[in-house]
Antibody
Framework: EVQLLESGGGLVQPGGSLRLSCAAS????????MGWVRQAPGKGLEWVSG????????TYADSVRGRITISRDNSKNTLYLQMNTLRVEDTAVYYC????????????????WGQGTLVTVSS | EIVLTQSPATLSLSPGERATLSCRAS??????LAWYQQKPGQAPRLLIY???NRATGIPGRFSGSGSGTDFTLTISSLEPEDFAVYYC??????????FGQGTKVEIK
């Protein structure tokens, strides 16, 4: 059974940093691309970042580029999201999600999601 | 950037009724569209991918159709557990992921 368990959320002041983790199990983590999606309170879904299976290719939404870094440790089956210079508008539940293997340049979706971790940016 | 517009914003129906949700893309996305269901306090769940393929474990009352710019998610007969928010989604150029703004299906 695929399981994705996020951790690391919490309350942080504007300008602060936080690192989120996502522990994966139930599948061969090193062979799947992964991503992070966030959801501000009462709002819709927003893709944040993605990383290919090997970790060599990363992508970011314009809203977070330069402030957020995605990475993975395939030996630990863990995905990370390092968030720096946090803003009030980064307040959201952050979901870790898995891509299926057959994704292409213009066709992809997330077949499994974690339960999310809440990040609150406030003074 | 492709924009996905979902309608209606809210759909008020009774259990047993048919629900028809729309997702319109600002330009053609071929058949590369997915649908998710999200219940309060829960993560999204994949329902449909490639416009019309049901994900593993999704009941047959859920179906997707469409191609190009116009897509539909149909729930043939609403069960109590189907009242939720539904999102459409597509990806382009590896790094541009777009979600629709969501349609809430509520109990009438």
């Amino acid at each position: 059974e695929v399981q994705l368990l996020e951790s690391g959320g919490g309350l942080v002041q504007p300008g602060g940093s936080l690192r989120l983790s996502c522990a994966a199990s139930g599948f061969t983590f090193s062979t799947y691309a992964m991503g992070w999606v966030r959801q501000a309170p009462g709002k819709g879904l927003e893709w944040v970042s993605g990383i290919r299976d090997s970790g060599t290719t990363t992508t970011y939404a314009d809203s977070v580029r330069g402030r957020i870094t995605i990475s993975r440790d395939n030996s630990k089956n863990t995905l990370y999201l390092q968030m720096n210079t946090l803003r009030v508008e980064d307040t959201a539940v952050y979901y870790c999600a898995k891509e299926p293997q057959y994704c292409t340049r213009n066709n992809c979706f997330f077949d499994f999601w974690g339960q999310g971790t809440l990040v609150t940016v406030s003074s | 950037e492709i924009v996905l517009t979902q309608s209606p914003a809210t759909l008020s129906l009774s259990p047993g009724e048919r629900a028809t949700l729309s997702c319109r893309a600002s330009q053609s996305v071929s058949s590369y569209l997915a649908w998710y269901q999200q219940k309060p306090g829960q993560a999204p769940r994949l329902l449909i991918y490639d416009a019309s393929n049901r994900a593993t474990g999704i009941p047959g009352r859920f179906s997707g159709s469409g191609s190009g710019t116009d897509f539909t998610l149909t729930i043939s007969s609403l069960e109590p557990e189907d009242f939720a928010v539904y999102y459409c989604q597509q990806r382009s150029n590896w790094d541009t992921w777009t979600f629709g703004q969501g349609t809430k299906v509520e109990i009438k």
